[in-house]
């Protein structure tokens, strides 16, 4: 084969190669708009089905609360502290939690109610020892335990 400017020979068929795109180009507004369209109605959709995949932010402060009583009743104070707010895992250590929360006794959680701020989870929770107090929970990177009006 013999080198030269590009369209100009030897070529495999005898006629010279064809351009590939010979009209006049199409516009095709309608199916941007459906695209656009779609797109939007896709977010939509997942902002309004996120909550029912995830729970209120109610419930996903009872289930944060009844793992931390429960990880306190068990005993493993690792997995209570992890799911402390970061201004609780300041102030307090791994091992000073139970006192600092349940004392002796175990708690159940009787149900949960929201700050006027619209943030903070305010979850009931009623003791073994007849006591009741209310578990702050507030959304940092998921719910976490973050203070308590029970004195330990």
């Known amino acids: 084969m013999s080198g030269g400017p590009a369209g100009n020979g030897p070529f495999l068929y005898d006629d010279g190669p064809e351009p590939l795109h010979t009209g006049t180009p199409r516009r095709r507004p309608l199916l941007l708009v459906a695209i656009f369209g779609a797109t939007v109605i896709v977010a939509v959709l997942m902002v309004l089905v996120l909550p029912l995949v995830q729970g209120s932010p109610g419930d996903q402060a009872k289930q944060a609360v009844g793992v931390f009583l429960a990880a306190l009743r068990k005993g493993d ?76």
């Open 77 to 152: 104070t690792t997995t209570a502290y992890q799911l402390l707010c970061a201004k609780e895992q300041a102030r307090l250590k791994a091992a000073d939690v139970p006192g600092a929360y349940s004392g002796s006794a175990t708690g159940t959680v009787t149900g949960v109610s929201g700050d006027p701020d619209g943030t903070t989870q305010q979850v009931a929770v009623r003791w073994s020892d007849g006591g009741t107090s209310r578990i702050a929970v507030v959304p940092e990177d998921g719910a976490h335990v973050c203070g308590t009006d029970r004195a330990g």
